[in-house]
Structure formats: C-alpha cells, structure tokens
C-alpha cells in the first residue's frame, strides 16, 4: 500500500491592519481638541512655560535688571551652608505646622461629631456660621483684624482684664507671636470641617448600633469605628492642610512687622521667598527656594502615602 506524502501548507502571516477611523470619528477627535485648546494652551503657557524657566532660574544668578548668569548649584549650596536666614525659615515654617495642621484637625473633627448628631435643631445654621471664617479667607482684612485683636491695646487684653489677668504685647513677643497665626489657623477650621461631616454621613449607622450591642461605650466606638472609617478622608484633610500650611504668607507677613520679626519669630518660609525675590531682586534664589518647597512636600507627601497602608482603612 503506497504511502501519500503530503506537504504541509505554507504558514501565512496575518500582518496587522492599520486601524483607520471613520471620518465622522476624526471629526468629534478635531472637535474635542478644539474644545480643549483653550485649556491646553493656558496650562502650557501659564503653567509648563513658567515652571521650566524657573527651573532654569534657580541654577543662574538673576535680578530682573541684567540677564540671568549660569551659576550651577550655587543658590542651593547657599541655601544650606551659608544662609542663616534660609535654616531659621525651615524651623519656623517646620514648628507652625506641627503645631497648627493637627489642632486645626482636632477642632474641625470634634465640630463635625457635634454637628452630624441627626436630626439636631438648627445644624444647618450651626454649619454656616462655623464654615463662615474660613469663607472669609486669610485675607489682608482679617490678618490686620487679627494683629488689631491682640495687639496690647486690643479687645482680647480688655477681655483678660476682666478677670485680672494682666495682657500681653502677643504680636511683639517672639514668644507668642507666632501661637497667635497658629490661633488664626485654627478659626479657620471650616473648610475641614465641612470634608470631615461628608465623611460621618457615609458612616453606616448599623456599625454604631452593632457595637452599642456589644457594650462600647463612646469613647470605644470613637475609636473602633468612627477613627478607621473615616481615615480615607483624615488623609485627605492632613495632606491638603499640610501643603497649605507650608505656603502661608498673609499671616507672616501682617500679623508680624513684615519682615519676619520679632526676632524672625515669623520668618515663614513663603515670606522669605517673597523677600528674596522682591526685596532682595534675587530671583534665581527665590527660584531656587521655590523648587526646594515642592521636593520637600512631594518628600513628605509620599511619605505619608507610604504610611497610609498601617493606619488608613477603606469599606473593601
């Protein structure tokens, strides 16, 4: 029985075909685009643009009367070996938020326990009258109402008298001047307040009953179930009054003489960045500050983020 040899068939590649898309496709594409442009070209021009040149500044020496001259890494290596000023800047900065980020927290939780009580008589106008501070902002207005407030002279040593307790000179000591900013910190409490009672409302409410079952007191619920369920947003809240803390100015710069006094007990870094750079025409330092204000939060930042997995829990 003859035996049939049969060759075997000659593999053909599949070649992958361009994708094309429909004109009427290319078309919604050309006019997203469009739509987008105005937003595109904002962001590149007044974003990207200006950060890369004064990426490019805080390596030059530039007073905005002669052209920047290349100087390398000198600005930074002023900034920590031969600037004073600079390091004092970091320490002061350094004490106000870790002072004024967890109180400021502290205040905005224990309002928001009070207020997301249900069914509480008035909460709405308790809420706006608690939100309305920081709605007013850290102002020029309120900095100066804030100096005026405890200045020797002031309602809060005429309140102190009352009970006679003689008053203070708070905003020319260097030893209470910069409690005073943290105090102006905390009245404006309302933004994370408002974040913090958006965080209880998702709270289940069987959780509390279940534990008031079980025979957890208040203070045991607290922290077993009010702390990890709403550890998402006390992370929310501790990043965004982190970055903001690091950039107050207003505060700094009317609640102190304006230059840091007394004793450079208010030398913030954002007002020696401002002095730096308009005072001093030194913008290829003040660049240089700059850059090192936005490693340093996006160091502390991840930081936090990497910390977040021991302590921050999620519904899943």
Avoid at 55 to 83: C, E, K, Q, V
Avoid at 91 to 111: F, N, S
Avoid at 228 to 235: E, F, K, N, T
Avoid at 286 to 314: D, K, N
């Amino acid at each position: 029985m003859s035996s049939v040899t049969i060759a075997p068939a000659t593999a053909v590649e599949a070649r992958p075909q361009p994708v094309r898309r429909c004109p009427r496709r290319r078309r919604a594409d050309g006019a997203a685009y469009l739509l987008l442009s105005p937003w595109l070209i904002g962001m590149i021009a007044l974003l990207l643009v200006p950060l890369l040149y004064s990426l490019y500044l805080s390596f030059t020496s530039y007073n905005l009367l002669t052209p920047p001259h290349w100087i390398g890494f000198a600005n930074y290596r002023t900034m920590f070996s031969g600037d004073p000023r600079y390091l004092t800047s970091l320490r002061v900065t350094a004490e106000y938020v870790v002072a004024a980020v967890p109180l400021k927290l502290a205040m905005a939780l224990g309002v928001a326990l009070l207020l997301a009580t249900p069914k509480r008589k008035g909460s709405g106008i308790y809420r706006a009258l608690f939100y309305l501070p920081s709605l007013l902002g850290t102002s020029v207005a309120i900095a100066l109402v804030w100096q005026g407030t405890f200045d020797v002279h002031g309602p809060f040593n005429a309140f102190l008298s009352l009970f006679g307790i003689p008053g203070q000179a708070w905003v020319a000591d260097p030893g209470y001047v910069r409690w005073v900013i943290v105090l102006l910190a905390i009245w404006q409490f309302g933004g994370p307040m408002v974040i913090f009672l958006a965080g209880l409302k998702q709270i289940p409410r069987e959780l509390y009953e279940a534990s008031a079952v079980d025979g957890a007191s208040r203070l045991r619920r607290f922290r077993s179930v009010t702390l990890p369920m709403l550890s998402p947003v006390i992370l929310f809240n501790i990043v965004v009054e982190i970055i903001g803390s690091f950039q107050a100015f207003t505060p700094a710069q009317l609640v102190g003489d304006g230059n840091g006094g007394p004793v450079d007990s208010t030398l913030f870094y954002a007002l020696y960045l401002y002095q730096r750079a308009f005072q001093f025409q030194d913008m290829g330092y003040a660049s240089a500050m700059a850059w090192v204000m936005l490693a340093g939060l996006g160091v502390i930042t991840g930081m936090i983020f990497l910390t977040a997995r021991f302590w921050v829990h999620y519904g899943a």
